[in-house]
């Protein structure tokens, strides 16, 4: 019996050690890819685009979108639940990275502003801990740095995320930065920890030299280390890296995926759809519950993208609060039950000794979180 049991603890300790090295394997493939493409992703080639710096001297503050032609149908829903809210249309600032996405965009919505980007780690669908999905948030990051004293503040945005308002009309960034921040995110959640922490899928960043070298050194820290974006700007954040300050977004207003498995007792002016899915799964989500606000007839190769005549001109009742409060929607992933799994034992520490809190921020999120879950 004794035996057995040592064997099974050999077993146990192999697999230990296996899944250790495969966890350090991909942080190896992801940084040498970062390192091989990083070219591709600096601000010097920002820089150098002329129908860039055009674009910018157009809309002075922009709201940037991101995708490929893995993320063009969600994309494409995206822009039919915003094409009435008045003045979102004429500030998207869209980076195509392939010709299939730049031409179904400019085809549906020719009053978009679009920029061809096309480079060789976006040509292919990917996910979280890949490479290229590392490359996505380096490049997100130096483009932020770029955008940060080449504009009058930007948005960042994703088309994972259910407008049932304009966001430029109900988020009100003097406000929200009137106490000297200079930086404004998404919640992870609306208590404990989760308050303290950022999502990432949403942020604006005022103009100024502190913005620039907040995403400066976001940009050199996913270079360096296996991380995620959001975990690094939380803890710059809670220490006031370079004198940035940061405010949120209330999480009532705009929440994240967690909302889906809450008890939905409220429902946010925006809802982002985030959380490991692909995008075609998120557009599923969104299908289910009556936000397709794009004909699916009219997606696919070599057609032109229709929006639905009544739900794209009536955005805010398009979805009533009944349907979303209902859960029978929700998709749970590895990827989210292995984050609230190490969540919620963070959240234990923190409720007994709130001192921990910045200790966790700063120090365990950006650097071991990432490990545990993918």
């Not at 009053?111 to 060789?120: A, C, F, G, K, Q």
């Not at 966001?167 to 609306?190: A, I, P, R």
């Not at 929440?255 to 899915?277: A, E």
Request: hydrophobic residues 40%; charged residues 20%.
């Amino acid at each position: 019996m004794r035996a057995f049991q040592v064997t099974i603890s050999y077993v146990l300790l192999f697999l230990v050690v296996l899944e250790i090295e495969r966890k350090l394997r991909l942080a190896s493939r992801a940084l040498t890819y970062l390192e091989d493409n990083r070219r591709d992703a600096s601000e010097e080639s920002f820089e150098a685009s002329p129908e860039l710096s055009r674009a910018l001297q157009r809309i002075r503050s922009p709201a940037v979108l991101l995708l490929n032609q893995y993320a063009l149908n969600i994309t494409l829903n995206y822009l039919c639940n915003v094409v009435s809210y008045p003045d979102v249309i004429q500030r998207l600032l869209v980076f195509s990275f392939d010709g299939t996405a730049t031409h179904a965009i400019e085809s549906a919505f020719p009053n978009v502003t679009v920029i061809h980007w096309p480079i060789e780690p976006f040509q292919r669908t990917f996910k979280a801990g890949e490479p290229s999905y590392q490359f996505f948030q380096l490049f997100r990051a130096s483009l932020s740095a770029f955008l940060s004293t080449r504009t009058d503040g930007f948005w960042m945005i994703q088309s994972d995320t259910l407008w049932r308002r304009n966001l430029f009309h109900v988020v009100d960034t003097k406000t929200l930065l009137s106490n000297g921040e200079n930086l404004l995110f998404d919640q992870e959640g609306e208590s404990g920890l989760l308050a303290k922490m950022i999502a990432g899928g949403c942020y604006y960043a005022a103009p100024g030299l502190k913005s620039q070298k907040f995403f400066r050194n976001l940009s050199a820290s996913l270079r360096r280390y296996f991380l995620t974006d959001n975990n690094v700007m939380g803890q710059m954040c809670i220490t006031e890296f370079e004198g940035n300050k940061c405010a949120f977004i209330p999480y009532r207003t705009m929440t994240n995926w967690r909302w889906q498995s809450s008890d939905r007792s409220f429902v946010g002016d925006f809802l982002q759809y985030d959380g490991g899915s692909s995008s075609e799964g998120k557009l599923k989500k969104l299908q289910r519950i009556g936000a397709d606000f794009v004909d699916p007839d009219s997606l696919g190769a070599s057609k032109v993208a229709r929006c639905d005549p009544w739900k794209s001109t009536h955005p805010e009742e398009a979805i009533s609060e009944e349907i979303l409060r209902q859960k029978d929607q929700i998709s749970k992933n590895r990827l989210n039950v292995s984050i609230n799994f190490f969540h919620s034992i963070s959240e234990f520490l923190f409720f007994h000794f709130p001192i921990l809190g910045k200790f966790l921020i700063s120090k365990v999120f950006p650097y071991y979180a990432y490990y545990l879950v993918v």
